[in-house]
Every structure is written in structure tokens, then in C-alpha cells.
T-cell receptor, first 114, second 109 residues
Framework: DGGITQSPKYLFRKEGQNVTLSCEQN?????MYWYRQDPGQGLRLIYY???????QKGDIAEGYSVSREKKESFPLTVTSAQKNPTAFYLC?????????????FGPGTRLTVL | GQNIDQPTEMTATEGAIVQINCTYQ??????LFWYQQHAGEAPTFLSY??LDGLEEKGRFSSFLSRSKGYSYLLLKELQMKDSASYLC??????????WGAGTKLIIKP
């Protein structure tokens, strides 16, 4: 079955540590996205990538980094520079060249900093 | 700036009809999406509107008025499983999705 997987579902990290969240898709989508969701707020875009080996900062990129070495994979690293990293992180993908930009989401990773 | 407004929370009764409104002010417009999100889960696509009017899909319908910067999602014959958050998102001139904070819908028996 085609879809997007994120791992792990729950992640705990000590303050000052970097952590990498995994996102893999087998939908053959060109574009991939990382969002952060906090209670009572809309999804906020962290980074996005429209093609392999290229990515762009979103609205809240500070303290995060990404790579896009393969079409299927778009890992997100939450660095120690991110001041308030506890949140629900969602990865999404979409086909390029479509008439509209429906995004398909993974199940999410809930990160808690202890 | 870009802004999308939705009510924070709504309550409705099982079997009834509910309308969730969304107003937007964005730099350009290339379509409006509605997503459903159950607590702790990923958003799932419900509808897409780019032209004015009503799009019907089973128990769910979505309406758009571009001149008014307004959309609504209409849910009929409400079921308990419809308890979720409903997210409105607009595709701006750069083809980036701008998200509202979501409306939490509570269904009571």
C-alpha cells in the first residue's frame, strides 16, 4: 500500500540533544513538507522540498535542519538551538504538476523534551 | 499578513447538521481545502474548492465565495465519529498552504 510513514510515533529527548525524525513515502511524490502543530494553532511550515537535493525554509525553520538525498525520504533534525521543541510534527507529501496541491500526511511524531 | 479565521470549538447533536465557517485574507488564492483531524492523528483530506459554489460529497459539502473570502463546511446527519477538528487551508499565490487553527467539533448523543 502506498503511503507516508513517520517514526517514531512518540519521542523523548533531553534538553540540549539533537534528534532526527524520520519521514518516508512510497507515493512517488516530488514534494515533501514538515509541519509543526501546537495546541490551538494551525499547522506551521518548517521546511519543504520540491525536488531531490533541494529544500526551502518555511515560516519557522530556525533550530531545524533537513536533507533530501532521496525522493522517498525527508528527515527532520530538531537541534538544540530550537528553543521550544515539544510539539506534534507532521510530514506530508504532494505530487508536483497537479492542478491543486492536495497534501497527504503521515501519522505524526509527538516529540517531548524533558 | 495572511490570516485564516475559524471558530475554535463547536458543539452539535448526533443526527443534526452543522456548518463550520472559514474566512481568509491571503496573498493570492489558488484554492481552499478542508481537512479532518482526529485527536493525535494526521489530517485527512475532505474537500477542495477553487471556484465559487457548493461542492457536495456524501454527508459533507463545502462552499466557497472568493469575493467574500469565505468558505463553509457543512456536515449532515452527524455521527459520533465526526467528532474531530476541521482545518481550513488556503493555497496562496506561491502555491503554499496557509492553515487555520482548526475548529474542534464535539458531537453529543
Amino acid at each position: 500500500d502506498g503511503g507516508i510513514t513517520q517514526s517514531p510515533k512518540y519521542l523523548f529527548r533531553k534538553e540540549g540533544q539533537n534528534v532526527t525524525l524520520s519521514c518516508e513515502q512510497n507515493l512517488n511524490h516530488d514534494a515533501m513538507y514538515w509541519y509543526r502543530q501546537d495546541p490551538g494553532q494551525g499547522l506551521r511550515l518548517i521546511y519543504y522540498s520540491q525536488i531531490v537535493n533541494d529544500f526551502q525554509k518555511g515560516d519557522i525553520a530556525e533550530g531545524y535542519s533537513v536533507s533530501r538525498e532521496k525522493k522517498e525520504s525527508f528527515p527532520l533534525t530538531v537541534t538544540s538551538a530550537q528553543k521550544n521543541p515539544t510539539a506534534f510534527y507532521l510530514c506530508a507529501s504532494s505530487p508536483q504538476g497537479a492542478d491543486y496541491n492536495e497534501q497527504f500526511f503521515g501519522p505524526g511524531t509527538r516529540l517531548t523534551v524533558l | 499578513g495572511q490570516n485564516i479565521d475559524q471558530p475554535t470549538e463547536m458543539t452539535a447533536t448526533e443526527g443534526a447538521i452543522v456548518q463550520i465557517n472559514c474566512t481568509y485574507q491571503t496573498s493570492g488564492f489558488n484554492g481552499l481545502f478542508w481537512y479532518q483531524q482526529h485527536a493525535g492523528e494526521a489530517p485527512t483530506f475532505l474537500s477542495y474548492n477553487v471556484l465559487d459554489g457548493l461542492e457536495e460529497k456524501g454527508r459533507f459539502s463545502s462552499f466557497l465565495s472568493r469575493s467574500k473570502g469565505y468558505s463553509y463546511l457543512l456536515l449532515k446527519e452527524l455521527q459520533m465519529k465526526d467528532s474531530a477538528s476541521y482545518l481550513c487551508a488556503v493555497l496562496d499565490s506561491n502555491y503554499q498552504l496557509i492553515w487555520g487553527a482548526g475548529t474542534k467539533l464535539i458531537i453529543k448523543p
